[in-house]
């Protein structure tokens, strides 16, 4: 049993998908731990991608992921962490594959966007532990 942190990004939030993917998470058989709304600060965030902070789009990031509330959540199951990862689909929704959800409800970012995906998910068992404590400011 594993647990994994996922985010559903503000334009999730905004297009109506949070059923959508909560569906996707409890249909696969994963059991939710904890979930929250919340706005972010830049502060928090930059905590969150600490390995992207000094990239030319982090800017870019931050005005992405404040644009609105984001659903943030902690589910549980085997091989939970890669499974949501595959679930999600690649970084790029045009990697995406078609049966993802950044492949079935996202689009090719533009030239000088963020990239709109939809979800987070941690990449690591220790990424996992770090950003549950992180946002949830606890064990999850
Ligand atoms: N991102 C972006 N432009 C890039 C790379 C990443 O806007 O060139 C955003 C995108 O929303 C991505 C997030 O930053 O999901 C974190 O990037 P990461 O490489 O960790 O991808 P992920 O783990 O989300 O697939
Ligand atoms: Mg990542």
């Known amino acids: 049993m594993e647990k994994t942190f996922f985010i559903i990004k503000p334009d999730g939030v905004q297009r109506g998908l949070v059923g959508e993917v909560l569906h996707r998470i409890e249909v696969r058989g ?4 904890a979930l929250d709304m919340r706005m972010v600060t830049p502060e928090l965030l930059s905590q969150h991608y600490e390995a992207l902070v000094d ?7 931050v005005d992405y992921m404040t644009s609105g509330p984001v659903i943030i959540g902690v589910f549980s199951g085997n091989e939970a962490i890669a499974s949501w990862r595959k679930m999600m689909g690649a970084t790029n929704p045009l990697e995406a594959l078609p049966g993802t959800i950044r492949g079935d409800f996202a689009q090719a970012p533009s030239e000088n966007g963020a990239t ?3 979800v987070h998910g941690s990449d690591s068992k220790e990424s996992a532990q770090r950003e549950m404590l992180l946002w949830f400011g606890k064990e999850v």
């Open 30 to 33: 994963f059991k939710l731990e």
């Open 55 to 61: 990239r030319p789009f982090f800017p870019k990031i």
């Open 116 to 118: 709109f995906n939809i």
